[in-house]
């Protein structure tokens, strides 16, 4: 196991340093998603296909891929966790757990107050003639991992920024990895945030059910939250049907650390994000030595996890460890590599590197800030752009559950002031309906105005 870690330690000394930095940009690329022409991807493709051409045996596919895919059979009656169940899963958990329901009442105020404070939609900006509207998606679909582990917390990182936003129907679906249903934690939460709609399915075919309807499942207008790569994809594939937030794929975290940095630390959150298998986990600093102790962490810590064989096994395919000449090279490279976890532990240097990254879906900044701080607390949706996708995508906010709507008002003498220059831009174009659309209007105005002069003399 020692040697194996070993080899995850490169430096720019080494020839072939760019070409090990490139392909630790592969290997967490294709995380996320599955790229064009590859034949998971196809298979993707089939399965969405087959719901969009036979719409009136949806229900029974959604079965038969819950039975092949998750080894669960469920009749379409079964896919709607009962309201009885949400209610009897939060009462277990307040009577069981008790300090876990208050951690989670404490996850929720703190996810709601930040989303208030950064939310624009009741933001009213008009110009006089011009000016925007904001208005919440009706419905919306939310992703709730439950492979590898129950991610109850994605509950609160969706839908607490949706029910902020106003949105009125919210829908859950998780597959049913836990006694043939969904984690009763899961199903504790969505009854805390009062959300009644909630089914045992997951995978491609809830993405096709939600983006497509089924008879006993009404399709939304948008899918959020994260999942796997068979997931992914098929949200990037019904976008366009129906909106999504971004590709949201297996974890990954990116450290750029110099030597004041703590060794143990940065390997304790490597490995929190390896153990997720898959995950990614890279580090880029500019100190040879601290690089050489992380190794050595690694080595120590993984020892102590339930699954050491595994988490090394990530480590190695989806894993690194890179020594820059300088800690500018490294914060040019972590710019391309778009990491959705982004923790920076630079000592006084921090905040400075910070100002100076441009594509990361989360940036933790400080010793003190490790990606389970926003995971779980600290107020901002843990659900981010994976895959090199935070180059173009968000975090999940508030502010993704609102369509803004242009609004445009002009006054007869608006109109007047600058209808030449419209029909001169319209005719330019040769679009005479256009510039006629505008011309009209002039014309009869002149012409009830000759008309009104001539009555009154």
Known sequence: MSSELDKILISYKQPDFQDRLLGFLLSKSGLSHFGLGSENRKIVEEILDKFA???????ELVADYTRSFDKVNLTPEEFLVSEENLEKAHKELKREAPKLLVAIQQAIKNVRKYQEEIFIGNDKKCSGST???YTPIKRVGICVPGASAPLPSTVIMCAVPAQVAGVKEIVVVSPPRYNKSIHPTTLAVCYELGIDEVYRIGGVQAIAALALSTKTIKHVDKIVGPGNQWVQTAKQLVFGTVGIDSIAGPSEVLIIANDKANPAWIAADM?????????GAILFTDSPQLAGKVVDELKRQVKQLGHADKAVECLKEFGGIAVFEDISKAINWANGFASEHLEIQCGDESRKIADKIDNAGAIFI????????GDYWAGPSHTLPTGQTAKFFSALSANDF???TSIIEYDKKKSAECAEDIIRLAEAEGLD????????RQTQDSRRKTQDARLKT
């Open 271 to 279: 490995l929190s994000q390896a153990e997720h298998n898959p995950g």
């Open 131 to 133: 000016g925007i509207k």
């Open 366 to 373: 400080g010793d003190y800030s490790p990606v389970a701080v």
């Open 433 to 440: 309906a256009h510039a006629k659309s505008v011309q009209i």
């Open 53 to 59: 051409n036979d719409e009136d045996k949806a229900d």
């Open 402 to 404: 609102i369509k803004a």
